[in-house]
């Protein structure tokens, strides 16, 4: 093996033994995910929000900076609080979520995202743009968007800006008579804390 082989894998061998060093998870201990949707007009009397729960996550930094994460949610705890005030209505949609029309969670009771590249950016107080891969009914679609990440002692605290995911590209689909009332487009924010 030539000098020149050896010092490239040496290179390699170091560069992957300093990520295994440096690189660090860290366990969620709290988060918010919140979700919006619309009618096809989008008025906020035609809106609905809620949350979902997040079941198991992690983030992964080098030193202080966000390097990867993945997150597994919860779709059986998806939640419509905009119907706080009326629990039978309340009741009604969140099962209609929860049924084959849409989320299907007996067959599909997790939704996950593995973030895939971080990009260090300054726009709007966002200081990181992540990319990952969003999986919802067993398919996986490319999104990304820009979060903010900061440090208070050993807790990280990410929040996302606000973005969209097309509900139709997940299968997410009712029947065509009330699915063309439906926007297609689901608005997402999360906000994580670490440690």
């Known amino acids: 093996m030539n000098t020149v082989l050896i010092k490239k894998w040496a290179l390699v061998i170091f560069g992957l033994f300093s990520i295994a060093i440096f690189s660090q998870s860290k366990t969620i201990l709290?988060?918010?995910?919140?979700?919006?949707?619309?009618?096809?007009?989008?008025?906020?009397?035609?809106?609905?929000?809620?949350?979902?729960?997040?079941?198991v996550g992690n983030l992964i930094f080098n030193g202080n900076d966000l390097a990867g994460g993945s997150f597994i949610m919860d779709m059986k705890t998806i939640d419509a609080a905009d119907m706080n005030e009326d629990p039978k209505m309340k009741k009604m949609?969140?099962?209609?979520?929860?049924?084959?029309?849409?989320?299907d969670i007996n067959k599909f009771p997790t939704a996950t995202f593995q973030?895939?590249?971080?990009?260090?950016?300054?726009?709007?107080?966002?200081?990181?743009?992540?990319?990952?891969i969003l999986t919802i009914k067993g398919i996986s679609k490319n999104i990304s968007f820009p979060v903010k990440v900061s440090q208070s002692s050993s807790i990280y605290t990410l929040t996302s800006a606000q973005f969209?995911?097309?509900?139709?590209?997940?299968?997410?689909?009712?029947?065509?008579?009330?699915?063309?009332?439906?926007?297609?487009?689901?608005?997402?924010?999360?906000?994580?804390?670490?440690?």
Do not use: C, P
């Not at 919140?34 to 079941?55: D, I, P, Q």
């Not at 949609?93 to 989320?103: C, M």
């Not at 973030?115 to 990952?132: E, L, W």
């Open 93 to 103: 949609l969140e099962n209609h979520l929860k049924s084959d029309d849409f989320f």
């Open 164 to 195: 969209t995911f097309n509900r139709k590209n997940y299968g997410l689909k009712y029947n065509i008579f009330e699915d063309m009332l439906i926007s297609n487009d689901v608005e997402i924010n999360v906000t994580i804390n670490a440690k």
């Open 30 to 55: 709290s988060s918010e995910i919140r979700w919006k949707a619309y009618k096809t007009l989008r008025a906020e009397s035609l809106s609905h929000f809620g949350t979902v729960n997040l079941k």
């Open 115 to 132: 973030i895939k590249s971080v990009k260090k950016i300054n726009k709007n107080g966002y200081n990181y743009q992540v990319a990952g």
